[in-house]
């Protein structure tokens, strides 16, 4: 693709490299601390976006300890050197502790080595510990200049040559411990490791009637111990932040009493491994079986996940995440002048912004020290409100308050799912079901969609009947595409029967269209004036209203899983190209997602308009030129005439003699599957965001009579950038585009230039977009 191409994305590669020209400068990449996966993915986005833009980037391996040795632990990388490590668990350049770094004399050695190929850009991937080291180096930088030009080591040239050192960090932890960033690169893969234990545990738990205690990683934070916790309804957790009260023994005992007193036949307790009491002292997972086995005699295991966490390949979000910093870090670095602080590279929301280093590192410290003082409602709060948020939600849901200490509401609020199946409406439904009794309503399921609905196919679920829900693929309560159109009459007879005062519908596109066939019946039918709020959940993520749907993330994981195996079966034969055609309809979210986190060569997608010139060449080389193992990815609907057949036959044809082409349609296996541990945290906070603000509108109602005509009573709840809102169907018909079921603009669009940077083709990225220096506030994290 020519960079004058009318086809090009916005913005022209030439004067994008001369805003961003890394002509004459040189990058050194490290990873540094505990490893994570997605690090390859972070040094991989270094490396290529580095060279995309004219500069050298330089491997230095064993982190510091590689710096201050030097040689040949410092070796530039080129192109091919970061060639199929997206996959690949850990850091494939290697992590060190190093003692010499902490010291001047090791870093006065680090300096040298590292002006000796010119390296005056430095990406560091770590923990905070790691960008503290980097920061107090940038510091000292000039001072090291001089002690090396004093000793004859360099030339005074040199000094002004390389006067300052421009540092950008990124966060490599699985603990998800550093303030300033929703996610560090690491953690979503953790949970992944962590669920599927607890998965695996439940099957064997519910067999013997046993009480599982689980010690997950988390030595100064509580993170992945309580969205482990939220994720499959843990019974109980401990936390470093959020210490149990007084007397805890006993409440925890009483609680599992009373769930095997309920024929429950497991029990999970999820412990971090740096999990105090209010008096700073230890709770072990030991001491919890002991407890346990005293207390109630019951069958007690311990299983201690330790390193299995770190281990294994990363998620797709951690490969989405890290590629998305390392090309941030790269813009950052040319761009900083000699009074740019060090930075770090932050997710906010769907942005990667740049935040200064040292004022997070201040803010993770500060939540230690809250800690070691007993200010544990100061430690949550400085972790941010999306941890508050998690132990909020936890708290409602883990535990069921007595009949007598709930006011009832004598209100009536049905749940029902519409439309394909997506893994993750099952936490939805469970944490709609459970905040909605807590809420004092009564809460109804419909089975079978509206289908069902019109049928009289409705019961009333309690509180255990939705126990385990959380990690169910599908949808339990059943779920059909059908529309209520037909069935306006028939509905409206059920909602007047069950008395039912609000409706929360979790599902895709058809809910969207169903919402607003419901609210277009309100003049004909009074019994739809009552509150109505959508939760997306779709694998195609194409509801208008929100940038993320249920089920997309678990769909996501199942192509890039794919895709893994398939490039293993490539690379094997070095002469196959791989046709991969995933679902999406004319959503090309998946197919563009995909690619990114699988490394694919292209993403052909309904959205961006292609043609016979972009099958033919991808980067100017042509297919012969480079067959080994390329993976093409499109969505179902991409294009009316080049379809994934007419793709599998033009190559299958013009690789005669030369490579093998081979078609693999995903199809419904996207929509299988357990939910990843995204998918059921976003579906169960969302749900019970819902469910919040079904209770705040029938309590604006109660006593009146009121009946709801406005358009702000029938809305989509959905998130946009990191803020939950939620929008009136009728505003958000202006947003859609009803022939093609797809918003008319979609946030993911912006990363299209990022994949094919990083697939090494013609390209220009946008960086109007990019985050700029940001001082970052406790209260938005």
Known sequence: MDADDSRAPKGSLRKFLEHLSGAGKAIGVLTSGGDAQGMNAAVRAVVRMGIYVGAKVYFIYEGYQGMVDGGSNIAEADWESVSSILQVGGTIIGSARCQAFRTREGRLKAACNLLQRGITNLCVIGGDGSLTGANLFRKEWSGLLEELARNGQIDKEAVQKYAYLNVVGMVGSIDNDFCGTDMTI?????????????????????????????????????????????????????????????????????????????????????????????????????????????QLGYDTRVTILGHVQRGGTPSAFDRILASRMGVEAVIALLE?????????????????????????????QDVQKAMDERRFQDAVRLRGRSFAGNLNTYKRLAIKLPDDQ????????????????????????????????ADGHRMLA?????????????????????????????????????LPGKYLEEIATQMRTHSINALLI????????????????????????????????????NVPGSDFSIGADTALNTITDTCDRIKQSASGTKRRVFIIETMGGYCGYLANMGGLAAGADAAYIFEEPFDIRDLQVCDGAGLRARPLGIQWVLNESCSENYTTDFIYQLYSEEGKGVFDCRKNVLGHMQQGGAPSPFDRNFGTKISARAMEWITVKLKEARGRGKKFTTDDSVCVLGISKRNVIFQPVAELKKQTDFEHRIPKEQWWLKLRPLMKILAKYKASYDVSDSGQLEHVQPWSV
């Open 336 to 364: 900083a002048t000699p009074d740019t602080p060090a930075c770090v590279v932050s997710l906010n929301g769907n942005h990667a912004v740049r935040l200064p280093l040292m004022e997070c590192v201040q803010m993770t």
């Open 186 to 294: 690491g953690t979503d893969s953790a949970l992944h490791r962590i669920i599927e234990v607890v998965d695996a545990i439940m099957t064997t738990a519910q067999s013997h009637q046993r009480t599982f205690v689980l010690e997950v990683m988390g030595r100064h934070c509580g993170y992945l111990a309580l969205v482990s916790a939220l994720a499959c309804g843990a019974d109980w957790v401990f936390l470093p932040e959020s210490p149990p009260e007084e007397g805890w023994e006993e409440q925890m005992c009483v609680k599992l009493s009373e769930n095997r007193a309920r024929k429950k036949r497991l029990n999970i307790i999820i412990v971090a491994e740096g999990a105090i009491d209010t008096q700073n002292k230890p709770i072990t997972s030991e001491k919890i079986k002991e407890l346990v086995v005293t």
């Open 406 to 437: 709930i006011p009832k509401t004598n209100c009536n609020v049905a749940v029902i799912n519409v439309g394909a199946p997506a893994a993750g409406m099952n936490a939805a439904v469970r944490s709609a079901v459970r905040v909605g009794i």
């Open 506 to 541: 979790i599902g895709g596109f058809e809910a969207y269209l169903g919402l607003l066939e419901l609210s277009a019946a309100r003049e004909k039918h009074e019994e739809f004036c009552v509150p109505m709020v959508m939760v997306p959940a779709t694998v195609s993520n």
């Open 446 to 482: 419909i089975y079978d969609g509206f289908d069902g609905f019109a049928k009289g196919q409705i019961k009333e679920i309690g509180w255990t009947d939705v126990g385990g829900w959380t990690g169910q693929g599908g949808s339990i309560l059943g779920t059909k595409r059908v």
